[in-house]
């Protein structure tokens, strides 16, 4: 198949602002994505969830847009947008028919230099309501709602900026002040902690000029402070257990293990696996407990890419209707063991590497994930150009390299298990104590 | 210049660069199978669409399920390829093979890089024509069906939804049954059921694939001819069934249906009423019209009930357009205590697109973004071929998606008003909520929206898979 090459050019305004532009005329669009280096790993106790309110004020207007109107003139351009909040970082991102570029750039900086000029306390009483209810959208109101929320409690230690939620709690997002957010806006929101992405039908001098017009008059902070030392042991050490009682009507185990930063190498080698484990029915997992035992309803494995001391391997298996989630259990965790025992063979590993390519290539066809790729691997990286050695990494792992991750990553002592039951049925539940050998 | 200088003047478009949706050509073979194809020059990755006009609406309402587990079905087996190895084949290819089922159609499709397209259409072929429906596996996926239906009792936005639909059609509308079955007819559905419905879908005179990307080299034709010539040749033909399904209200007067479940943060909503064809007339001031009341991220129920009054993450509402009358639906999720103002507001806003013309500024807003978001909407080939293969199913004009943009332009806020009083009906709204009536039910009386039916809790309880790694991901604005 056609190797991908994404040509861009790198280069840094004199405030710091990070630019990166790629051209490709293909579809007259051009996406613009902003990564700002600040994520909920940066908030303290006490203060949590306010990486992602801080995010609603963003699009609550500035100095010369006013509440909602950033929605209203993208969408009245023909564009699309958002902004999204994680653990490592926020971003904020348009994609626009390639006439209304200017737009896009111009929004961006005025709430990038004057956000706090149209900030006032009833659009943060608006917003800190309007995220309550994503919370309980998102998560309270939807049966086995807080998983992902409780491997983090396991996977890193209370003292870890990865222990809490991004979406945060009720009662400090209650909490959380005007000042709070001008803070945090004067601190994070400069443009040398920011990565500016243009993908598409652009002329890059002109981009060029107008970023430098629009953004380059914005000052820097030089005093961002340097986040605490997040380093962590590779292994949890001890396995965790959990037995949640929920709403639920099927008993349904997750599995958690803290695994390698993004970039590493043996990252990629567990993101092969996962596919080897879970992708499709022909996966080992899916084979296994929904095919053939038929002891599941369902199973997944995925690895999420973190750069703050070790990133997350998970999967989960929902548990048919009387059967025994022990056996369940078993079966998963006895497919983890074989994986690190014995290697893929040739023909999963191809299989693997192919529908990867797939996927790839089809992700990439989009000039809005370019450029959010870029901005990531910029900002979390230093590496724009992992855009075109992500595929190659991948498509190199071998069957050794499989197991000598999986080896060291999913090891009983590494490992989280979380078991959502059936409301009042968790004290008889009979999910066994044993680990696994 | 300073920066609040440069920041004061708001820039002004360029001049936009024309964009026209794809050309695309049709090839009839000798069995009736259409070809369409649609040349996507530097697109390496091909898209291919196989559509049979056979779909959920067409089965029997005591074989609720059959098509959508016929097609799940499709992938356990056939004759060359036991089990899981023609699926395996694929991945061999890097292709993932889908057959699915919607309202309307019956779809096989796979995504391939374009120098593997013909041996990915024989596999495609394989799998549609020569299904084995194994005993042993069919009885699973049956059981996985009704272990679905337990999640779907637990999740409340999936139960609201069920409970919607079978709220407002009559019992003899496809659309208020579960298009996958129910815990009646799912046991019926047996090996003899899913051939049934095979061969009624083998049929080529109803059916067109769909092709697109960089097909430079290609006859596509040819491959098509070499992996589906004999697609449906054995099987006798049926008549059209292009008939568009019953779909009456059930409804002649407000009414309110709350589901009770203790405890619940929120209450998830619909309101609404069966709606309309996408073969209405109408279609695209139905279309703004739906984008000011409840598309556009600024629309007026978002605008109020979201960024005046914090009730909720987010609201929206429109018409589920199909061969026959679709749902409308006014959607959303609020915090329990807001449950009641919050179907006020909603029913105010409802009257309001009806009652007052929209401004002209609404106006150019929903119209400019639907006009200038549609080359967004079509960058890869699998968004013109999905656009394509809606054309085909529908019996739609060739040139439905070239006018697409002058028919929206050409939207006056008259033809919007007369929109919002043909097709919007306060007089026979369905308010159904899952929530915690312990908590609203005497508010919600008193409220007097319509004759009010609490309906106790039946389960405790769950969510469908699907939703668990998405719930892994980034919280979103």
């Not at chain 1, 006032?120 to 109101?141: C, F």
């Not at chain 2, 050309?23 to 559509?51: C, H, K, M, W, Y």
């Not at chain 2, 009930?305 to 909720?312: C, I, S, V």
Request: proline share 6%; with cysteine.
């Amino acid at each position: 198949m056609t190797a991908l090459s994404v040509r861009f050019t790198d280069e840094r305004l004199a405030n710091g602002l990070r630019l990166i532009v790629s051209e490709d005329h293909l579809a007259p669009v051009v996406a613009v994505c902003i990564w700002y280096n600040v994520g909920s790993k940066h908030e303290v106790e006490g203060k949590t969830g306010f990486a992602h309110l801080f995010e609603h004020v963003m699009f609550q207007g500035s100095g010369h847009v006013a509440k909602a109107e950033h929605m209203a003139l993208v969408q009245a351009a023909g564009g699309t947008m958002n902004g999204t909040t994680w653990l490592d970082r926020t971003n904020y991102f348009e994609t626009v028919p390639s006439h209304q570029l200017e737009l896009a750039l111009w929004l961006e900086a005025d709430r990038m230099a004057t956000l706090l000029d149209a900030l006032n306390q009833e659009n943060l009483d608006n917003q800190r309501a309007v995220v309550k209810n994503e919370k309980r959208s998102s998560y309270d109101n939807r049966p086995y709602g807080d998983w992902f929320h409780k491997l983090q409690e396991h996977v890193f230690p209370p003292d870890h900026p990865y222990h809490h939620p991004t979406i945060g709690s009720m009662e400090d997002l209650d909490a959380a002040s005007l000042e709070d957010v001008a803070e945090f806006f004067r601190t994070y929101y400069a443009p040398n902690n920011a990565v500016l992405a243009i993908v598409g039908d652009v002329d890059p001098a002109q981009a060029r000029a107008w970023v430098e017009r629009y953004f380059g008059e914005i000052p820097a902070n030089r005093t961002i402070p340097a986040l605490g030392d997040m380093t962590l042991p590779p292994l949890i050490g001890t396995e965790a257990r959990e037995i949640v009682e929920d709403r639920v009507p099927l008993p349904r185990h997750f599995f958690g293990f803290r695994a390698p930063m993004m970039g590493d190498p043996r990252l990629d080698a567990l993101d092969v696996a996962a596919q080897i484990l879970a992708g499709g029915k022909g996966s080992r997992l899916y084979r296994r407990l929904v095919r053939d035992e038929k002891i599941a309803q369902d199973v997944s494995f995925f690895v999420l890419g973190l750069i703050g001391g070790a990133s997350i391997a998970a999967g989960q298996a929902t548990v048919r209707p009387g059967v025994d989630p022990a056996v369940v259990e078993r079966a998963f965790e006895e497919e983890l063991e074989l994986i690190c025992r014995e290697p893929v063979t040739a023909d999963e590993l191809a299989r693997a590497r192919a529908l990867i390519e797939t996927f790839e290539l089809e992700a990439l066809q989009r000039v809005d994930e370019r450029a959010d790729r870029l901005a990531m691997y910029a900002t979390l990286l230093d590496d724009p150009d992992m855009i075109n050695r992500q595929m190659g990494r991948y498509l190199g792992v071998t069957a050794a390299d499989i197991q000598a991750a999986a080896a060291e990553v999913l090891r009983p002592e590494n490992r989280v298990v979380l078991t959502y039951m059936p409301a009042g049925e968790a004290a008889t539940g009979t999910t066994d104590e044993e680990t696994a050998a | 210049m300073t920066l609040d200088q440069i920041l004061s003047a708001r820039p002004s478009p360029g001049q936009p660069r024309t964009y026209a949706f794809p050309n695309f050509e049709r090839t009839v073979l000798t069995s009736g199978l259409q070809v369409i194809t649609v040349d996507l020059p530097n697109r390496p990755l091909v898209s291919a669409n196989l559509l049979i006009r056979r779909g959920v609406s067409d089965e029997p309402a005591d074989l609720a399920g059959a098509t959508i587990l016929t097609a799940r079905a499709m992938t356990e087996g056939t004759r060359r390829y036991p089990g899981v190895e023609l699926l395996e084949a694929g991945e061999r290819l890097g292709a993932t093979l889908h057959v699915d089922a919607s309202w309307d159609a019956f779809t096989a499709s796979v995504e391939v890089a374009a120098t593997r397209l013909g041996a990915a259409l024989e596999l495609l072929a394989e799998l549609v024509e020569q299904p084995t429906f194994p005993e042993s596996d069919v009885a699973r996926l049956r059981d996985e069906r009704l272990n679905d239906l337990l999640q779907v009792k637990a999740d409340p936005r999936r139960r609201v939804d069920q409970a919607f639909n079978a709220t407002i059609y009559t019992t003899d509308s496809p659309y208020g049954r579960s298009a996958g079955g129910d815990e009646d007819s799912v046991p019926r559905l047996t090996t003899d059921v899913l051939r049934g419905i095979h061969r009624s879908v083998l049929d080529p005179r109803h059916a067109a694939i769909v092709i697109g990307g960089d097909l430079t080299g290609l006859n596509v034709p040819r491959l098509v001819e070499a992996a589906l010539g004999s697609f449906g040749g054995e099987n006798p033909k049926h008549e059209p069934a292009t008939v568009a399904p019953r779909a009456e209200s059930a409804v002649d007067h407000p009414i309110v249906r709350f589901y009770h479940r203790p405890g619940s943060v929120q209450t998830e909503l619909r309101i609404g009423h069966v709606g309309l064809s996408r073969l209405t007339p109408d279609f695209h001031p139905v279309q703004v019209m739906a984008a000011i009341l409840g598309g556009l991220f600024n629309s007026r129920l978002q605008m109020n009930l979201r960024e005046e009054k914090g009730y909720t993450y987010g609201i929206g509402a429109g018409f589920d357009m199909r061969r026959g009358a679709g749902p409308f639906s006014v959607r959303t999720a609020v915090q329990t205590a807001a449950t009641v103002p919050s179907i006020s507001e909603s029913l105010l806003e409802l009257r309001r697109i009806r009652e007052t013309p929209v401004t002209a500024v609404e106006l150019a807003a929903a119209r400019d973004y639907l006009v200038g978001v549609f080359p967004l909407r079509f960058e890869t080939p699998g968004a013109v071929v999905g656009a394509l293969g809606g054309i085909f199913v529908l019996d739609l004009p060739d040139d439905e998606l070239a006018r697409y943009r002058d028919e929206v332009e050409a939207v006056t806020v008259e033809a919007i008003q007369k929109a919002a009083q043909d097709h919007i009906h306060l007089d026979r709204l369905a308010i159904v909520a899952v929530g915690d009536a312990d908590a609203v039910g005497a508010e919600l009386a008193a409220a007097g929206f319509g004759d009010l039916e609490i309906i106790a809790d039946e389960v405790l309880a769950g969510g469908g898979a699907a939703e668990v790694a998405e719930a892994a991901d980034e919280v979103t604005e």
